[in-house]
């Protein structure tokens, strides 16, 4: 069983900046996709950005590209999104997920187990 826990959610101004933190454990971080998404009430989790175990492959939203940076460090079984020039339509819940493959996908059907979500907010 694998479980996630989110942190470094919170209130940032228009630009700033926000790193989130997805810490793993009870599973083999380094053979597992991780993905990222995020959902506001009333509407359905929006793919953001998903890396591939090894981290070779990458792929994000089009509303995040160039803002938006995932990462992962194996050795610490952690993904990071680092989120840069934030707008107000990114306030959401963001939640990390895992998947018991290797390979990055942006479907969210396909992943395993899911972390609680952390609130963004961005003011304008």
């Known amino acids: 069983q694998v479980q996630l826990v989110e942190s470094g959610g919170g209130l940032v101004q228009a630009g700033g900046s926000l790193t989130l933190s997805c810490a793993a454990s009870?599973?083999?971080?380094?053979?597992?996709?991780m993905g990222w998404f995020r959902q506001v009430p009333g509407k359905e989790h929006e793919f953001v950005a998903t890396?591939?175990?090894?981290?070779?492959?990458?792929v994000y939203a089009d509303s995040v590209k160039g803002r938006f940076t995932i990462s992962r460090d194996n050795a610490k079984s952690t993904a990071y999104l680092q989120m840069n020039s934030l707008k107000p339509e990114d306030t959401a819940v963001y939640y990390c997920?895992?998947?018991?493959?290797?390979?990055?996908?942006?479907?969210?059907?396909?992943?395993?187990?899911w972390g609680q979500g952390t609130q963004v907010t961005v003011s304008s």
């Open positions: 997920a895992a998947r018991l493959l290797r390979w990055a996908t942006r479907a969210r059907y396909e992943y395993d187990y």
């Open positions: 890396i591939s175990g090894g981290g070779g492959s990458i």
């Open positions: 009870g599973g083999t971080f380094s053979s597992s996709a």
